[in-house]
């Protein structure tokens, strides 16, 4: 880092944290970050695409740090959606979700979700079933979300383009609402060197408004004794503790713990600070130098109302808010009927065709997609399949890349890593003599990576030319 700490920021973390903390957090904010990664719960590789790793504590099973930086860009399994690389605090949200998960596959919001890692972790948690909706509000940020999410898989999400505070017209239709709001980023100091450079006591204000404003206007969509996982990745109490007052005090939310004091301690966390007028800080907090990662706060709380007596989750259904009406126009939907042998259950989906294009949508999440706010842009919602070319159907890039496609249903070839990045960058490849013509489906590592039509003499590469690859350095 080339800009020094903003010395109104040093002040106040001198007045916020713990003396004995202080040293320690602006110390690590000076040194290098570690480097960590969460794997696919759901798209294993055929052999560990790192070399040395040691797990993240409190994301054992998935989280791995690494004890170097590799060229991510060059890894074939990063863009076939085997791994998500992650700082090592946001991937809490796994350990969480599986905590609240004790019931049936809930629905979920995740209201500020670029670029998706906080919503990959949660998916790591999810059971089959669940139906997740992702939404970010700057269409540049919005498309890298749904690259991030068509790549990682799972076939029940949508993802939308919006104002946060619209999703209050859902009311009800969610069993967890996650809000990773836009903060002052106090908690990524020592990685982002724009979050030293913008900072400003007026930006932490600004910033403490809008989330005031994103909960207010987003609280309605989750219905009664549902959970809201609040969180920002900054330091001060003004967007932490402060704000879970607030959302106590003004909307009646319960504050719930759902890991103990021995794990918080063993895992380096630290619980929520106590306010400046003595009021107890409610939520836990990841602070440079005192745990393995950057800055981040989360706070967990039940709405009140049907929680069915219990501490655990139980989800139950909010009604099935029919699809909008649309206007009917003469179009001739062709047989696509194919596709459904495409995927694993294919029958179970609910199918839809459009602009040339088909969908296929895992049961309900077609009601939430027909109940969005009219002001909000659906960018996907479950799988796109495949697309007419004439009276052809073409697999889409997406049915490659989902953990839906049913297997054996197309010819498969495992290329070496060069010849994946070969594909990767959309360059012409030849597949190995006996390929049958046709589409063929091409695998890195045993993980799933995309589409090439098999010509015989050459094979036409149908990687989606937004997603190419440009860097061409080898490591």
């Known amino acids: 880092m080339t800009a020094p700490l903003p010395p109104d920021f040093i002040a106040e973390i001198e007045k916020t944290l713990p003396a004995p903390t202080v040293p ?92 998706g890692g906080k919503t990959t972790a949660m998916l790591n948690a999810l059971p ?10 700057s269409p540049q940020r919005a498309a890298v979300l749904r690259e991030n999410l068509v790549k990682y898989g799972y076939p029940g999400v949508a993802v939308t383009c919006g104002d946060a505070r619209e999703f209050g017209a859902m009311e009800g239709m969610f069993d967890i609402l996650a809000v990773d709001a836009p903060c002052s980023g106090e908690g990524m100091m020592r990685k982002e060197e724009v979050a030293r450079t913008q900072w400003t006591p007026g930006l932490v204000e600004s ?91 989360v706070a967990v709380f039940r709405k009140p109302g049907d929680t069915d007596g219990q501490e655990a989750a139980v989800f139950h259904r909010a009604p099935a808010i029919p699809a909008k009406r649309r206007k009917k126009e003469d179009v001739k939907v062709p047989d696509i009927s194919p596709c459904r042998e495409w995927l694993v259950r294919g029958e179970e989906y609910d199918w839809e ?43 889409a890039p997406p049915l490659a890349l989902s953990t839906a496609l049913a297997p054996g249903k197309f010819e498969e070839v495992e290329l070496d890593r060069e010849t994946a990045l ?24 045993g993980i799933p990576l995309g589409w090439v039509k098999n010509l015989g003499n050459r094979a036409n590469n149908l990687w989606p030319a937004p997603w190419r690859i440009k860097l061409r350095q080898l490591p």
């Open 422 to 445: 070969q594909y990767l960058r959309r360059e012409s490849l030849t597949l190995p003599p006996g390929t049958p013509r046709g589409m063929v489906l091409v695998k890195h590592n």
């Open 207 to 297: 910033c403490a408004r809008l989330q005031g404003e994103i909960l207010d206007g987003a609280l309605p969509a989750l219905r009664p004794g549902g959970w809201l996982l609040y969180s920002t990745c900054t330091l001060n109490t003004r967007e932490n503790e402060e704000m879970a007052r607030r959302l106590i005090d003004d909307h009646g939310l319960l504050p719930v713990t759902l890991l103990t004091p021995g794990e918080m301690q063993a895992f380096g966390i630290t619980p929520g600070l106590t306010l400046p007028d003595g009021t107890p800080g409610h939520g836990m907090r990841f602070i440079p130098g005192v745990s393995r990662s950057e800055g981040l706060y």
């Open 128 to 137: 089959d079933g669940s139906l997740v909706v992702a939404n970010e509000q």
């Open 24 to 115: 320690v957090l602006l110390t690590a904010l000076d040194a290098t970050p570690p480097v960590s990664v969460r794997l696919n719960s759901r798209k294993p590789c055929d052999a560990p695409p790192f070399g040395s790793e040691s797990p993240v504590a409190w994301c054992a099973e998935q989280g791995r740090y690494l004890d170097s930086r590799p060229l991510f860009t060059l890894m074939p399994e990063m863009h076939g959606g085997a791994f998500y690389v992650q700082e090592a605090a946001s991937m809490i949200h796994q350990l969480l979700v599986s905590r609240i998960c004790a019931g049936s596959p809930p629905r979920v919001l995740d209201i500020c979700a670029a670029p």
């Open 353 to 395: 065709y459009a602009e040339g294009s088909v969908s296929a949508l895992p049961q309900g999440l077609k009601a939430i997609v027909g109940a969005l706010p009219p002001q909000v842009r659906l960018l996907s919602a479950g799988i796109e399949t495949a697309t007419l070319k004439g009276k052809d159907l073409i697999p």
